[in-house]
């Protein structure tokens, strides 16, 4: 009979990069982890032996648990979470189980520090039309949800980033950037480890849309118009953010699920 607290692999992994993606708590100990210091995409880690303290960060979230083999560790808290009112399933199999099903894994060597809060901090330049919005996209739904972006003045990026400790990103000269015909959503995914098709098929159509290349991908016109319209409609560049946050989860989810998938209008017949 299938268990009714744990998510098994498949289950979570068609869930990875969509808005409803339950939270996922690492709990993995520190020799697992250094073993392999890859996490899945957007999770967070926390210590299992303080679970108590912690807790109620995750109140009125859908949480899944993943410690190395999907046993004691990440049932115990998973249970200790349900027991505090939290939606909480452990991961079958755990860590081990997604690697050999060869699941998205982030590699954590380039992860910014985050601030007090647990948050990574990420500063770039105001106004942004498509990479400056694909890679917001990508760290929230990949890396880290709860990252804060910052929008300044272009000649204010670097001060800022050394005044508030945040990642500067596509700009000139910084590491999170464009690199030769490729953009800085390209260098993120490459860094971060997170070659897949869905997103190698979004990449393509960002860098043409984000490069003036519109035959590299016949999405790209119709991408770059859709983002250039939403610079127009919001002069808050969070509200652009959080509006271009939809566009990218349709082409995402098109990316993944949808690219054989055609629409026919009804052949024209006489009216009845």
């Given amino acids: 009979m299938p268990s009714t607290t744990a998510i098994t692999v498949p ?50 979230s859908r949480v899944a648990v993943v410690c190395q083999k999907g046993q004691k560790l990440s049932q115990g808290v998973a249970a200790w979470l349900r027991h505090e009112g939290i939606a909480a399933e452990s991961l079958e199999g755990g860590f081990e189980a997604w690697r050999e099903a060869k ?17 990574t901090i990420w500063v770039t330049r105001a106004r942004p039309k498509v990479d400056r919005i694909a890679c917001p996209w990508l760290i929230r739904r990949f890396i880290d949800p709860g990252a804060v972006f910052l929008f300044v003045e272009a000649a204010e990026v670097a001060a800022a980033a050394d005044r508030f400790q945040a990642e500067p990103f596509d700009i000139d000269n910084v590491f999170w950037s464009h690199r030769g015909e490729r953009c800085t959503f390209d260098t993120m995914i490459e860094e971060f480890g997170l070659e897949s098709e869905p997103l190698d098929r979004l990449a393509m159509i960002v860098r043409a ?64």
């Fill in 11 to 60: 289950q979570l992994s068609r869930l990875i990069g969509l808005p409803g993606t339950p939270t996922i708590v690492d709990v993995r100990v520190d020799d697992d982890y250094d073993a392999d210091p890859r996490v899945l995409p957007a999770s967070c880690r926390r210590d299992f032996k303080t679970v108590p303290a912690w807790a109620a960060d995750f109140a009125g």
């Fill in 209 to 272: 849309a984000d490069t003036a290349s519109l035959d590299l991908a016949p999405q790209a016109a119709g991408f770059l118009a859709a983002s250039l319209g939403l610079s127009r409609m919001f002069r808050d560049d969070l509200e652009q953010l959080q509006a271009g946050m939809l566009l990218y989860d349709a082409f995402f989810r098109w990316c993944r699920d949808a690219t054989e998938e055609t629409h026919n209008w009804p052949s024209a017949g006489k009216p009845s």
């Fill in 103 to 119: 699941g998205l894994l982030v590699r954590t060597d380039k992860m910014p520090p985050r601030d007090e809060k647990g948050r």
